[in-house]
């Protein structure tokens, strides 16, 4: 069998892509044997001696096709050998498959330019190269887009791989992958160069497993079940039924006794009664509506009360009071088992020392700006992120705390019309937004989608990272324009990403269960093209890091005490 290169009956008035006279004829590779729509096949050939580990028909490599006054670029997806023997003496013939990425145009005066998509299909003949380097980094080139640099391109190490942080964040970004790849060192690379480039950007971290601590000692404040302040009256009703009554259902009367109660409290904590009445008279002293958009005292709330409207601070001993009251009547409204089990509920919880961070010092503050202030760094003093340690929190009220802080951040950014940025990022998001709509907690899906939705427009936007792509709801996902998708196992979560792809490179994620740690095909609107490349290495002390062990002075990780366990179990 005659090589493809030295075949007469291959005839083309395209002469091989040579840009000088000296270069080597191997430049020329191949030559299309059969062409559709959007692919191509390149008869070519390899011999035993000549083969290299990184030889350019290797799977996930780009090579060009020469029209004469353009290239096109095509992706390698399949290769098999023509014969079904192997020649260990001469050369094989083999089939290269590809997939047209765009083409590289030339004009008179010099310059070349990169599109998405081609305008000439390459005839029978037409011969197959390895692509310039020239040609590989324009077709990863941002153009007129600012670009930070993340790591580099798989093929072509010289490349950089740039992305545009105001198309990342302002269409919010994904990124996925199987558990050890590299998640959360690539997502602190990125969230580094975020807020590099963005100096009014705040991050709001939802941490489930305490990792982030380490990653940002220079840039983040950590906030854990100690230093946590989030009273029990900033949690919407459904919120606070979540947390009241998860694990233990309810009584069929106890939900609408607890809005009753709640409504209760707040009038008397805006309208003191009784010997509170006579003691603020004799001093002059009123409480007055808050001044953070609370209510004149018998108001109802504005319909579509924002959260700053909703968190009017009420006393737990008031609601205690008015369940008391609601148990003496003589002609009873609820049923005195469900008062009495209502009760006992809101004193269990009050007692309960892991949730100090909603009743500890609830009562310490009249608004919610200073909560606002720890949280969401107003104003930053050099550190923008807020690492949200939600591994230290009782898993009961993981999902609710959740449901607040996004609400939070998105009611804060539209507030500020956007001159407070907040990106809220979400570690593990199947397990806030899950794909099954029974699943995961109503409140906190409707926050994170109301960022998804509707965050671009005043400045908040959505950060999504999980293991799990085929676990989280679809509508998210396809509201994150761009995605950096790992290394993928499982059959199911590939198929998710392979169905958010909307270019022609598709066939990129048929070898998503391959990549290495650290790479990552990335796609969408925050890259000029689809491309495999390689997250850089970061310093070691903002790696993230467990939470449980602890960095020594050498820089190796410890383990932890029986005392630093026991604490931790405790609290």
Request: some cysteine; charged content about 25%; proline content about 6%.
């Amino acid at each position: 069998m005659q090589l493809p290169l030295k075949n007469a009956t291959f005839e083309t008035d395209i002469e091989p892509d040579r840009r000088e006279t000296e270069q080597p004829p191997e430049r020329a590779i191949g030559r299309v044997i059969a062409c559709d729509g959007s692919r191509a096949t390149i008869l070519s050939a390899v011999s035993s001696g000549g083969w290299r580990p990184m030889d350019i028909w290797a799977i996930g490599r780009m090579v060009s096709i020469n029209l004469g006054d353009s290239r096109i670029v095509a992706l390698v997806y399949k290769v098999h050998a023509v014969a079904t023997d192997w020649s260990e003496a001469g050369e094989n013939p083999i089939h290269v498959d590809v997939e047209f990425l765009g083409e590289v145009q030339e004009s008179q005066d010099g310059r070349l330019r990169f599109q998405s998509g081609i305008t000439s299909y390459p005839p029978v003949g037409a011969i197959a190269h390895r692509i310039r380097t020239g040609d590989l980094a324009l077709v990863h080139d941002l153009g007129d887009r600012a670009g930070v640099e993340i790591g580099h391109i798989t093929q072509d190490a010289s490349i950089p791989a740039t992305v545009s942080v105001q198309d990342m964040l302002s269409r919010h970004f994904a990124l996925v992958g199987t558990t050890g790849v590299g998640k959360s060192s690539a997502v602190a690379l990125l969230l580094r160069r975020a807020v590099a480039v963005r100096p009014r950007l705040r991050v709001l971290i939802l941490d489930p497993h305490n990792e982030y601590a380490s990653a940002f000692p220079d840039l983040a404040l950590t906030i854990d079940g100690d230093a946590l302040d989030l009273p029990f009256w900033m949690f919407r009703q459904e919120e606070l039924a979540d947390v009241v009554f998860r694990g233990r259902p309810p009584l069929d009367d106890e939900p609408d006794i607890l809005r009753e109660v709640i409504a209760a409290a707040r009038g008397r904590y805006r309208v003191p009664t009784g010997p509170e009445l006579a003691r603020d008279l004799g001093s002059s002293v009123l409480k007055r509506p808050l001044d953070m958009g609370a209510t004149k005292p018998g108001q109802e709330p504005p319909p579509q009360a924002s959260s700053i409207d909703m968190a009017v601070p009420y006393r737990l001993k008031d609601a205690f009071a008015v369940i008391d009251e609601l148990i003496g009547l003589h002609e009873q409204r609820w049923p005195r088992a469900a008062l009495r089990s209502l009760k006992v509920r809101l004193e269990s919880l009050h007692a309960d020392p892991r949730y100090r961070f909603m009743f500890g010092r609830a009562n310490m503050y009249e608004t919610i700006a200073p909560i606002i202030s720890q949280i969401f760094r107003i104003p930053m003093h050099g550190r923008p992120i807020a690492a949200f340690q939600l591994g230290g929190l009782p898993g009961e009220v993981v999902n609710a705390v959740a449901s607040v802080l996004s609400r939070l951040a998105f009611d804060l950014a539209m507030a500020s019309q956007g001159a407070c940025e907040i990106l809220v990022l979400c570690e593990e998001a199947h397990r806030y937004v899950p794909s099954d709509a029974a699943l995961g907690f109503a409140p906190t899906r409707q926050a994170i989608a109301r960022i998804a939705k509707e965050g671009r427009k005043y400045g908040s936007y959505l950060g999504v990272v999980t293991q799990r792509p085929g676990e989280l709801d679809p509508t998210i996902l396809s509201q994150c324009s761009t995605i950096f998708a790992m290394r993928l196992a499982n059959e199911r979560d590939q198929q998710i990403i392979r169905s958010a792809i909307s270019d022609a490179s598709a066939s990129t994620i048929s070898f998503l269960s391959s990549i290495g740690n650290r790479e990552a095909i990335a796609f969408g609107e925050g890259v000029a093209t689809t491309m495999r490349m390689r997250f850089a290495d970061i310093p070691r002390h903002e790696l993230p890091a467990m939470g449980v062990a602890r960095q020594g002075e050498d820089g190796t990780l410890r383990e932890p005490t029986l005392d630093d366990m026991m604490r931790r179990m405790r609290a």
